[in-house]
Nanobody, 124 residues
């Protein structure tokens, strides 16, 4: 139903900012809640945040709350992750995911479609 492609990753110094984008194809994007996850080498996939179908509600992991902001533009079929005050611990491959059930969920197995990820590297 949905194809997701992440972009915007790169190398930044600690304290810097990046904005990730997730472009979606398919007409069901507006019916899906969207989540961001990340995975560092040797670690399990970690929830970052999620946004509701309309963008009214958001939910963040404690580790990024106050630093990261999720938004979406349903007219452009795109969801964003604005990352500020980046830390070395934020280094990971970042994935966007779609939940066709339209729920705000933090468990990766609950999501139906996934992008291929974009690398974010934060230097100390």
């Amino acid at each position: 139903q949905v194809q997701l492609v992440e972009s915007g990753g790169g190398l930044v110094q600690a304290g810097g900012s990046l904005r990730l984008s997730c472009a979606a194809s398919g007409r069901t994007f507006g019916s899906s809640a969207m989540g961001w996850f990340r995975q560092a080498p040797g670690k399990e996939r970690e929830f970052v945040g999620a946004i509701s179908r309309t963008g009214v509600a958001t939910y963040y992991a404690d580790s990024v709350k106050g630093r990261f902001t999720i938004s979406r533009d349903n007219a452009k079929n795109t969801v964003y992750l604005q990352m500020n005050s980046l830390k070395f611990e934020d280094t990971a491959v970042y994935y966007c995911a779609a939940d066709l059930h339209g729920l705000l969920r933090s468990t990766a197995s609950n999501y139906d479609y996934w992008g291929q990820g974009t690398q974010v590297t934060v230097s100390s």
